[in-house]
């Protein structure tokens, strides 16, 4: 029974619109942020080297110009190459720097171990040689001297400080990207929550609707990948609503035609039982009373059409005196409360609503028909009304029987009834809460600190202070 909740948790989390962007997204950042650092950070050592390269390039063209002239005089050559050659190749903290000249490859001047390093090249132009040099990595320089084609200069530079420098590159390189990378992801999740806000709200207003609220959804705000799926949704209520309005109009007629037969029926069956023997008059008695009931619930159909006809915002509205509605609804209950033998009693507080006065009687009788009807063995069926900030409360409560426990949940539904055992078609409470959610109230069910006995409350805002009653 555990698994299949499980199982769509699953579901809907790989079906998360935000779930799949950032999916995405990360992936083109794991696979593109690597990528881009492996490139930078070439491009940097690259740019590193090619300064150091022309710095050693311009020690050995510095030798070079010196000892161009002297190609002819191997003695002078070889001490002006020392004494130039000692001067450009100077060490510092990091790196040793040495040179060579050599013909051929014979070394003439400097370090013979950097001659070796440039035995057997030869050319027109400089060449670099990455090489070693007892077990130290150097970068080499060979340049030719004009004027004597087998005389070359060498410059050997270690390369501790090129390796310091691509170190230091490297991390900073990883460092930019991996704050890069934690950056786009903080923004993606911001872009992402944004970007699917207007659907968020989208599903609250639908999940905030009323299930009879079938009017369009609105577009304004939405962004245009979304209009299809609202238009297809649109269209749907648009079949419901006139799937509803039909079965609503069917049944007002049908409630509507039923009344006048109804009435004619009773009246003439009436006049046949005043006419009749007793056992006759006895059987019409049950017909009386059962064409009674059916007339009861033709009219709870129609008022409920009717209610549910307002709930499209169609209500015709006036400033509902409260006091005067409880009077009106008092009168009508009176000879119902004496022949039951129960007292009925009303607590008035002063209060107006905005509303229709007829579909507020409705309710207001409903609830105290359900207390009288419902609430057997009541002796005790009280009205009151307060107001609480800035609504009206209308409480009826009864010290009958109550309400089961496992029949609450269903008590506002159509053709249900909390006690099975008596009269009633079960429409009473359904009327009650579409005149309430017509007015913009509610109606809940309190259960009371006794073991019998119940407690409806029909909550409605209060009038704006400016309205007045009606002359």
Known sequence: MDAEPRQDSRRTKASSLRLRFALVILACLALGIPVSAVLDYRAAVQLANEGYDHAIQGSAEIIVAAIAPMVRDPAELA????????????ADDDDEVGFAVLRGDQAVAGDPAIARLAEGTSGGHARFIDARLAEVPVRVVVAPVPGDDGLRVVVAESTHRRNQ??????????????????????????????????????????????????????TVGLPSEAYSLVGAINRLLGSLQRVYAEEQAFLSAAAHQLRTPLASMRTRVELAAARADPDTARRLAGVIETSRDLARTTHQ???????????????????????????????ACLDRAIDSE???????????????????????????????GHGRGATRVTVSSRVEQSEVWLVVEDDGCGIAPARRHA????????????????????????AAEAHGGTVVFEPIDSPTGARFVLRLPLAAETESLPT
């Open 79 to 90: 001490r002006l190459a020392e004494d130039i050659g000692a001067r450009v190749a100077v």
């Open 165 to 218: 420098i691509a170190s230091d590159i490297l991390s900073n390189v990883v460092y930019v990207n991996l704050l890069t990378f934690l950056l786009m992801a903080v923004v993606l999740v911001l872009a992402t929550g944004w970007a699917i806000r207007p659907l968020l709200r989208l599903g609250q207003a639908v999940d905030a609707r009323r299930p009879d609220d079938l009017r369009p959804l609105g």
């Open 301 to 331: 159909m129609l008022a409920l059409a009717r209610a549910r006809d307002s709930l499209d915002g169609a209500l015709e509205r006036a400033t509902v005196d409260i006091g005067g509605l409880m009077n009106d609804v008092a009168n």
């Open 342 to 372: 129960v007292d009925l009693g009303f607590e008035i507080a002063p209060a107006r609503v905005s509303g229709a006065r007829w579909l507020l009687r409705e309710a207001l009788l409903n609830l105290v028909d359900n207390a009288l």
């Open 411 to 434: 008590l506002f539904q159509r053709f249900s009834r909390g006690d099975t055992e008596a009269p009633g078609s079960g429409l009473g409470l359904a009327i009650v809460r579409a």
